[in-house]
């Protein structure tokens, strides 16, 4: 089982639709969660981070966290073609002191116009 | 703002050369890492340092040797490259803290024939 896990996509939706981005992690010790969006050729870019259960929000955006059930996602409302990309979940090592992060592979988003 | 800087952006080498990937962050951050990026296989670390005069391994450490220059920079040397290690190569850095969310550079596209 890998540590951090996401649905591969392409996940599809039209424009204007909310775009819905699921990752799970196995490291119940974990205590921070990043979401961050990868255009293809580019670095990753942080857009959301999260620490307590339940939900926030950051203009389009909103993660939500269930740490009972080690689940984190990201919403996107009134997704735009300018969304699509990769988005890359990543969860801190609750196993140590370090400060590392394991991200998982990525789901790609694509946003028809 | 400059943030990571990473040099070179591109790069091909010949199978058993050397090279030595560099970057810089001038955002005051102790925490630095160096990533890979393959298709299909996210972000794995390959080493870390979490303050200045300490550099730790990460996932995948084996052909690479890492210095911490100084508090801004870190390098990452392949002493005699292999063509499983063409990838694109990430640095970041954070602040101290499991919390802390990290910023990438553009990345180094290397090519080992």
């Known amino acids: 089982q890998k540590e951090v896990e996401q649905n591969s996509g392409p996940l599809s939706v039209p424009e204007g639709a909310i775009a819905s981005l699921n990752c799970t992690y196995s490291?119940?010790?974990?205590?921070?969660f990043f979401w961050y969006r990868q255009y293809s050729g580019k670095s990753p870019e942080l857009i959301m981070f999260?620490?307590?259960?339940g939900d926030k929000e950051d203009g389009r955006f909103t993660a939500q966290l269930n740490k009972a059930s080690q689940y984190v996602s990201l919403l996107i409302r009134d997704s735009q073609p300018s969304d699509s990309a990769t988005y890359l979940c990543?969860?801190?090592?609750?196993?140590?002191?370090?400060?590392?992060?394991?991200f998982g592979s990525g789901t790609r988003l694509l946003v028809r116009p | 703002n400059a943030g990571v800087t990473q040099t070179p952006k591109f790069q091909v080498l010949k199978t058993g050369q050397s090279m030595t990937l560099q970057c810089a962050q001038d955002?005051?951050?102790?925490?630095m890492y160096w990533y890979r990026q393959d298709p299909g296989m996210g972000l794995r670390l390959i080493y870390y340092?979490?303050?200045?005069?300490?550099?730790d391994k990460g996932e995948v450490p084996n052909g690479y040797n890492v210095s911490r220059l100084n508090k801004r920079e870190f390098s990452l040397r392949l002493e005699s490259a292999a063509p499983s290690q063409t990838s694109v190569y990430f640095c970041?850095?954070?602040?101290?803290?499991?919390?802390?969310?990290?910023?990438f550079g553009d990345g180094t596209r290397l090519s080992i024939l």
């Open positions: 340092s979490a303050s200045e005069g300490t550099t």
């Open positions: 955002m005051n951050h102790n925490s």
């Open positions: 970041a850095s954070s602040e101290t803290g499991s919390n802390q969310p990290q910023h």
């Open positions: 999260i620490y307590s259960n």
């Open positions: 990543a969860v801190n090592n609750g196993r140590d002191s370090s400060y590392k992060l394991i």
């Open positions: 490291d119940r010790g974990s205590q921070s």
